[in-house]
C-alpha cells in the first residue's frame, strides 16, 4: 500500500470549529480558510490521534474516542464514546507512541504509560497504566514522539531533547536524554510535533507561522531554526492541533469475493414448514402443500486493515454475495445486487417458494416437511475504497455468512409421538375413573 496522506487537524480558538486538509506547503498558505470544516469540538482542551487514526478528545475531566471527524455541523462529543471519567483534565500532555500506547503527564509530574481506554467506568490511572516517571515531567514545555519511538520534549529552558522512552521508575530520561539544538524552542511550543511522514512542524507563537524541518535520508540528530521552512500561516487562531492519516472511509468503489479461497465452515438442515394431514374417513383426501418463505441472515465482515468509517454510517456498493452452487456444493458468487455495508455487518435474504399436491389415504395421517441446508461460510474479500480526502487504497479481509440452498420436501407417515400417546392414554385413564 502507497504511504497514507497525511492531515492537519485545527480547531479553532473562537467557536471549536474543526477544519482537516492536508499540511500547507508555503509561507502564504493560510491553512485555517482554506481547512474542510469536518465538525465542532465544543471546549475541547486536548485531542491526539492513534497512529490507527482514532481520535481522542478531552471534554473537562472526561476522555472521549472515536473515528475522525466528518461532519460539519456535528459536535463529535456528541456521536463519539466516553472512555474515562474525572482524571483526564488532570494531564499536562497525552501522546501516543508508534505502538498504540497512551502516555500521559500528570500534573504533580508523574509520567504514565498504559494501553487506549476503551471503558468509561475503569479508572486508567489506577488500573491499566503503570508509572514510569516521577516528578520533573511536568516541567517541560512539549513532549512528542517521532515516527521511529523516540521520545523528544522541549525542555523549561528551551532546549530541545531526545531519548528512548523510560520503562520504569528506575530511569533517570533527563539525565540521558541528548541535547539535537543549540537553539531556544520555547516560542515553538504552541504546536510541535513530526508528521506520519517523520518532519518537525512547529507553529511560532507570535507570529502564527509553521515551520518544518525537511526529513533526510540519513538520520537526523541535530535541528537548527535556519533550516526551517515557513509553510503556512494564521495559525494563531488555532486553539488545538493534530496530525494523523486520511483513513477514514468514504466509499468502496469496487469490492469483490475471492470464492476459490474460501471454506465451508457447517453445513445443517433447517425446517421450513411442517405440516401434519389427518384422514379419518374412508376416503382418500386430496391436499395442497405450499409455502413461500424468504430468510434474512446478518453476515460479518473482518477486516485486516486500519481504515475507520464514522459511527453509524452505511455504505451502498454493488457485488455478488457468496453462495453454495446448487450443481455442484462449492462456494460460487450469487448474481450482483445493490448491498449496504456498515463495515461490519450486511443483510442478505434467500426466498423460497413451493407447492405439491398431497393425497392422504383413507384413515391415515401424514407429515409434509420443507427444509434447506444452512451453510456457513467463511470468504476473502478485497475492495478499492476512497477516503474522505480522495486517498484510494486496496483493502482485504474475511466475509462470514450463511447461504441456504437445496430445498426438499419430504412425506412421511405420521405417527405420534410416545410421550404424546401416554399423554391420551393418561386422560382416558381419568375420564373412565371419573365414570
Known amino acids: 500500500m502507497d504511504t497514507l496522506d497525511t492531515l492537519l487537524f485545527i480547531v479553532t480558538r473562537k467557536n471549536y470549529r474543526i477544519g482537516a486538509g492536508l499540511p500547507p506547503n508555503h509561507k502564504g498558505d493560510c491553512y485555517i480558510l482554506r481547512a ?56 499536562k500532555f ?6 498504540g500506547d497512551l502516555y500521559a503527564v500528570a500534573n504533580d509530574g508523574d509520567l504514565y504509560k498504559g494501553p487506549a481506554p476503551t471503558n468509561e467506568n475503569m479508572s486508567w490511572l489506577y488500573r491499566q497504566a503503570t508509572k514510569i516517571g516521577r516528578c520533573k515531567w511536568n516541567s517541560l514545555q512539549a513532549l512528542f514522539f517521532d515516527p521511529e519511538g523516540a521520545l523528544y520534549a522541549v525542555k523549561s529552558d528551551g532546549r530541545l531533547v531526545m531519548g528512548d522512552p523510560p520503562t520504569s521508575l528506575e530511569d533517570n530520561w533527563f539525565d540521558t536524554c541528548i541535547s539535537v539544538s543549540d537553539d531556544d524552542w520555547s516560542k515553538l511550543t504552541h504546536f510541535i510535533s513530526f508528521s506520519p511522514e517523520g518532519e518537525l512542524c512547529c507553529i511560532n ?29 494564521g495559525f494563531k487562531l488555532g486553539l488545538l492541533f493534530a496530525f494523523t492519516t486520511d483513513k477514514l472511509i468514504h466509499s468502496i468503489e469496487h469490492l469483490e469475493f475471492i470464492p476459490e479461497s474460501g471454506e465451508i465452515v457447517s453445513r445443517s438442515r433447517v425446517v421450513l414448514k411442517r405440516q401434519i394431514y389427518k384422514n379419518k374417513t374412508e376416503a382418500l383426501l386430496k391436499h395442497n402443500f405450499s409455502f413461500s418463505q424468504t430468510l434474512n441472515e446478518t453476515s460479518n465482515f473482518t477486516h485486516e486493515h486500519s481504515f475507520t468509517m464514522k459511527k453509524g454510517a452505511m455504505i451502498t456498493f454493488s457485488a455478488g454475495i457468496p453462495c453454495i452452487d446448487e450443481t455442484d456444493g462449492k462456494i460460487s458468487i450469487k448474481e450482483r445486487a445493490i448491498h449496504t455495508w456498515n463495515m461490519e455487518t450486511i443483510g442478505t435474504r434467500d426466498s423460497f417458494t413451493s407447492a405439491s399436491d398431497v393425497t392422504v389415504p383413507p384413515n391415515k395421517s401424514l407429515c409434509m416437511t420443507a427444509s434447506v441446508t444452512r451453510a456457513v461460510l467463511k470468504v476473502p474479500y478485497r475492495a478499492q475504497i476512497c ?6 487504497a486496496t483493502i482485504k479481509g474475511t466475509w462470514i455468512g450463511s447461504s441456504f440452498y437445496n430445498l426438499m420436501v419430504s412425506q412421511d407417515d405420521y405417527r405420534p409421538s410416545a410421550l404424546l400417546l401416554r399423554h391420551v392414554l393418561k386422560h382416558l385413564k381419568c375420564d373412565d375413573t371419573a365414570q
Open 205 to 233: 507563537e507570535d507570529t502564527g507561522y509553521m515551520y518544518k524541518f525537511p526529513r533526510t535520508t540519513i538520520v537526523k540528530t541535530t535541528y537548527s531554526h535556519h533550516e526551517a521552512q515557513a509553510m503556512g500561516r
Open 36 to 91: 474542510t470544516p469536518v465538525g465542532k469540538l465544543m471546549k475541547a482542551t486536548k485531542i491526539i490521534f492513534s497512529p490507527d487514526g482514532e481520535m481522542f478528545s478531552v471534554h473537562g475531566g472526561d476522555l472521549y474516542r472515536g473515528p475522525m471527524p466528518s461532519e460539519q455541523d456535528l459536535d463529535w462529543f456528541s456521536a463519539a464514546k466516553k472512555v474515562g471519567k474525572v482524571d483526564w483534565g488532570n494531564f
Open 94 to 99: 497525552l501522546l501516543f507512541d508508534p505502538h
Open 387 to 392: 477516503t474522505m480526502f480522495g486517498y484510494r
